[in-house]
Protein backbone atom coordinates (compact mmCIF):
# COMPACT_ATOMS: atom_id res chain seq x y z
CA UNK A 1 0.00 0.00 0.00
CA UNK A 2 1.24 3.64 -0.26
CA UNK A 3 2.30 5.50 2.06
CA UNK A 4 3.11 9.48 3.26
CA UNK A 5 5.80 10.17 5.66
CA UNK A 6 5.19 13.85 6.91
CA UNK A 7 8.22 14.84 8.96
CA UNK A 8 7.96 16.73 11.72
CA UNK A 9 4.16 17.05 13.56
CA UNK A 10 4.52 21.22 14.62
CA UNK A 11 6.74 23.63 12.41
CA UNK A 12 7.00 27.48 13.73
CA UNK A 13 8.22 30.27 11.01
CA UNK A 14 7.55 33.96 11.41
CA UNK A 15 6.08 36.15 9.37
CA UNK A 16 7.41 36.79 6.18
CA UNK A 17 10.19 33.61 6.65
CA UNK A 18 10.26 30.60 4.23
CA UNK A 19 7.48 27.93 4.85
CA UNK A 20 8.75 24.38 4.21
CA UNK A 21 6.77 21.44 4.91
CA UNK A 22 8.29 17.88 4.30
CA UNK A 23 6.50 14.54 2.89
CA UNK A 24 8.60 11.43 1.13
CA UNK A 25 6.23 8.87 -0.36
CA UNK A 26 6.33 5.61 -0.66
CA UNK A 27 6.26 3.86 -4.27
CA UNK A 28 8.11 1.84 -6.83
CA UNK A 29 5.72 4.33 -9.64
CA UNK A 30 5.22 7.83 -9.63
CA UNK A 31 1.79 7.87 -7.81
CA UNK A 32 -1.01 10.86 -7.67
CA UNK A 33 0.30 13.41 -4.52
CA UNK A 34 -1.52 15.76 -2.96
CA UNK A 35 -1.20 18.78 -0.56
CA UNK A 36 -4.39 20.11 2.04
CA UNK A 37 -4.73 22.47 4.25
CA UNK A 38 -7.22 22.51 7.26
CA UNK A 39 -7.74 25.77 9.35
CA UNK A 40 -9.53 25.17 12.82
CA UNK A 41 -13.02 23.57 13.02
CA UNK A 42 -13.47 23.09 9.09
CA UNK A 43 -12.58 20.33 6.81
CA UNK A 44 -9.66 19.91 3.98
CA UNK A 45 -9.12 22.55 1.07
CA UNK A 46 -6.78 21.16 -1.20
CA UNK A 47 -3.76 23.54 -1.66
CA UNK A 48 -2.02 21.76 -5.07
CA UNK A 49 -1.61 18.08 -6.68
CA UNK A 50 0.88 16.63 -8.82
CA UNK A 51 -0.03 14.22 -11.43
CA UNK A 52 2.95 13.78 -13.77
CA UNK A 53 2.49 16.25 -15.61
CA UNK A 54 5.12 18.73 -14.53
CA UNK A 55 7.38 18.30 -11.31
CA UNK A 56 6.68 21.62 -10.18
CA UNK A 57 3.26 22.62 -9.22
CA UNK A 58 1.81 25.68 -8.07
CA UNK A 59 -0.99 25.87 -5.94
CA UNK A 60 -3.55 28.32 -4.12
CA UNK A 61 -2.20 30.85 -1.86
CA UNK A 62 0.84 31.23 -2.82
CA UNK A 63 2.26 27.60 -2.34
CA UNK A 64 3.99 25.33 -4.28
CA UNK A 65 5.40 21.96 -4.32
CA UNK A 66 8.29 20.10 -6.49
CA UNK A 67 7.73 16.71 -6.80
CA UNK A 68 11.61 14.72 -6.51
CA UNK A 69 11.48 11.13 -7.63
CA UNK A 70 15.17 10.45 -6.44
CA UNK A 71 14.39 11.64 -2.98
CA UNK A 72 10.88 10.62 -3.20
CA UNK A 73 9.46 13.83 -1.65
CA UNK A 74 7.14 16.33 -2.21
CA UNK A 75 7.66 19.35 0.04
CA UNK A 76 5.40 22.54 0.31
CA UNK A 77 7.54 25.61 0.04
CA UNK A 78 5.63 29.35 0.28
CA UNK A 79 8.52 31.93 0.58
CA UNK A 80 7.06 34.23 2.37
CA UNK A 81 4.42 32.99 6.07
CA UNK A 82 1.47 34.74 6.78
CA UNK A 83 -0.48 34.90 9.91
CA UNK A 84 -3.30 33.23 8.04
CA UNK A 85 -1.18 30.45 6.55
CA UNK A 86 -1.70 29.01 10.46
CA UNK A 87 -3.52 25.72 9.85
CA UNK A 88 -2.71 22.13 9.80
CA UNK A 89 -1.09 20.76 6.18
CA UNK A 90 -1.83 17.40 4.65
CA UNK A 91 0.11 15.36 2.23
CA UNK A 92 -1.50 12.59 0.57
CA UNK A 93 -1.32 9.64 -2.25
CA UNK A 94 -3.45 8.33 -4.07
CA UNK A 95 -3.76 4.14 -3.39
CA UNK A 96 -2.36 2.04 -5.41
CA UNK A 97 -0.94 4.95 -7.97
CA UNK A 98 -3.81 5.56 -10.32
CA UNK A 99 -6.72 5.04 -7.71
CA UNK A 100 -9.33 6.82 -5.92
CA UNK A 101 -8.40 5.63 -1.82
CA UNK A 102 -6.42 8.78 -0.90
CA UNK A 103 -4.02 7.86 1.69
CA UNK A 104 -3.18 11.08 4.41
CA UNK A 105 -0.17 11.50 6.34
CA UNK A 106 -0.03 12.30 9.56
CA UNK A 107 -0.44 16.14 9.01
CA UNK A 108 2.12 19.33 10.19
CA UNK A 109 0.86 21.84 12.59
CA UNK A 110 2.17 25.33 11.24
CA UNK A 111 2.95 28.39 13.52
CA UNK A 112 3.17 31.77 12.34
CA UNK A 113 4.46 34.54 14.70
CA UNK A 114 4.29 37.71 14.65
CA UNK B 1 -22.71 26.94 -5.98
CA UNK B 2 -22.88 25.39 -2.99
CA UNK B 3 -20.44 23.37 -1.25
CA UNK B 4 -20.58 19.61 0.45
CA UNK B 5 -22.84 19.51 3.29
CA UNK B 6 -22.88 17.49 6.63
CA UNK B 7 -25.33 16.95 8.99
CA UNK B 8 -25.73 16.53 11.41
CA UNK B 9 -22.74 19.09 13.13
CA UNK B 10 -22.15 17.81 16.08
CA UNK B 11 -23.38 14.56 17.84
CA UNK B 12 -23.41 12.47 21.16
CA UNK B 13 -24.26 9.29 21.92
CA UNK B 14 -23.85 6.43 23.94
CA UNK B 15 -21.86 3.41 23.86
CA UNK B 16 -23.78 0.63 22.16
CA UNK B 17 -25.74 2.59 20.28
CA UNK B 18 -25.82 3.37 16.23
CA UNK B 19 -25.60 6.44 14.33
CA UNK B 20 -25.97 7.56 10.91
CA UNK B 21 -24.26 10.66 9.42
CA UNK B 22 -25.51 12.33 6.07
CA UNK B 23 -23.31 13.88 3.42
CA UNK B 24 -24.62 16.39 0.55
CA UNK B 25 -22.45 16.18 -2.08
CA UNK B 26 -21.77 19.38 -4.70
CA UNK B 27 -24.43 19.34 -7.09
CA UNK B 28 -23.05 17.25 -9.90
CA UNK B 29 -20.45 14.91 -7.98
CA UNK B 30 -20.98 11.24 -8.18
CA UNK B 31 -18.05 10.26 -6.33
CA UNK B 32 -18.74 10.85 -2.54
CA UNK B 33 -15.69 9.55 0.15
CA UNK B 34 -15.55 9.17 4.30
CA UNK B 35 -13.03 10.27 6.06
CA UNK B 36 -12.27 9.62 10.07
CA UNK B 37 -10.08 11.58 11.53
CA UNK B 38 -9.15 11.46 15.22
CA UNK B 39 -6.13 13.01 17.19
CA UNK B 40 -4.49 9.56 17.08
CA UNK B 41 -4.90 7.89 14.09
CA UNK B 42 -5.17 10.72 11.94
CA UNK B 43 -7.40 11.01 9.05
CA UNK B 44 -8.06 7.72 7.63
CA UNK B 45 -9.76 6.34 4.74
CA UNK B 46 -13.33 4.96 5.31
CA UNK B 47 -14.75 3.89 1.71
CA UNK B 48 -15.79 6.05 -1.46
CA UNK B 49 -19.22 5.94 -3.42
CA UNK B 50 -19.68 6.56 -7.21
CA UNK B 51 -23.30 6.19 -8.60
CA UNK B 52 -24.72 4.08 -5.84
CA UNK B 53 -21.67 1.43 -5.49
CA UNK B 54 -18.88 0.94 -3.02
CA UNK B 55 -16.14 1.47 -5.17
CA UNK B 56 -13.72 1.56 -2.67
CA UNK B 57 -13.29 0.33 1.24
CA UNK B 58 -10.00 1.23 3.75
CA UNK B 59 -9.71 -0.74 6.92
CA UNK B 60 -12.31 -0.77 9.37
CA UNK B 61 -14.54 -3.00 10.87
CA UNK B 62 -17.94 -4.08 9.26
CA UNK B 63 -19.90 -1.97 11.93
CA UNK B 64 -18.96 0.99 9.68
CA UNK B 65 -20.98 0.64 6.27
CA UNK B 66 -22.23 3.33 3.55
CA UNK B 67 -24.23 3.79 1.07
CA UNK B 68 -25.23 6.32 -1.68
CA UNK B 69 -28.43 7.18 -3.26
CA UNK B 70 -29.61 8.08 -6.58
CA UNK B 71 -28.99 11.75 -6.00
CA UNK B 72 -25.39 11.14 -5.00
CA UNK B 73 -25.95 11.97 -1.23
CA UNK B 74 -24.54 9.68 0.73
CA UNK B 75 -25.09 8.36 4.41
CA UNK B 76 -22.97 6.53 6.38
CA UNK B 77 -24.03 4.23 9.74
CA UNK B 78 -21.78 3.53 12.35
CA UNK B 79 -23.50 0.56 14.55
CA UNK B 80 -22.98 -1.06 18.46
CA UNK B 81 -20.53 2.27 19.12
CA UNK B 82 -17.30 2.48 20.89
CA UNK B 83 -15.99 5.02 22.58
CA UNK B 84 -12.82 4.40 20.32
CA UNK B 85 -15.41 5.95 17.51
CA UNK B 86 -15.92 9.36 18.78
CA UNK B 87 -13.77 11.79 16.03
CA UNK B 88 -14.91 13.88 13.33
CA UNK B 89 -16.16 12.56 10.26
CA UNK B 90 -15.29 14.21 6.57
CA UNK B 91 -16.81 13.33 3.65
CA UNK B 92 -15.94 14.50 0.64
CA UNK B 93 -17.13 14.96 -3.05
CA UNK B 94 -15.94 15.22 -6.71
CA UNK B 95 -16.81 14.08 -10.33
CA UNK B 96 -14.14 11.20 -10.59
CA UNK B 97 -15.74 9.17 -13.25
CA UNK B 98 -12.07 7.73 -14.54
CA UNK B 99 -9.85 10.63 -13.19
CA UNK B 100 -9.07 9.89 -9.85
CA UNK B 101 -7.29 13.50 -9.50
CA UNK B 102 -10.64 15.39 -9.67
CA UNK B 103 -10.62 17.52 -6.83
CA UNK B 104 -12.19 16.54 -3.76
CA UNK B 105 -14.54 18.83 -1.64
CA UNK B 106 -14.45 18.34 1.95
CA UNK B 107 -17.40 18.91 4.49
CA UNK B 108 -16.97 20.65 7.48
CA UNK B 109 -17.24 17.12 8.91
CA UNK B 110 -19.85 15.37 11.51
CA UNK B 111 -17.95 15.62 15.04
CA UNK B 112 -19.36 12.65 17.26
CA UNK B 113 -19.12 11.99 20.84
CA UNK B 114 -19.45 8.71 22.27
CA UNK B 115 -19.89 8.25 25.50
Known amino acids: AQSVTQLGSHVSVSEGALVLLRCNYSSSVPPYLFWYVQYPNQGLQLLLKYTSAATLVKGINGFEAEFKKSETSFHLTKPSAHMSDAAEYFC????????????FGAGTRLFVKA | KAGVTQTPRYLIKTRGQQVTLSCSPI?????VSWYQQTPGQGLQFLFE???????NKGNFPGRFSGRQFSNSRSEMNVSTLELGDSALYLC??????????????FGPGTRLTVL
Open chain 2, 27 to 31: SGHRS
Open chain 1, 92 to 103: AVSDPPGGFKTI
Open chain 2, 49 to 55: YFSETQR
Open chain 2, 92 to 105: ASSFRGRDPTDTQY
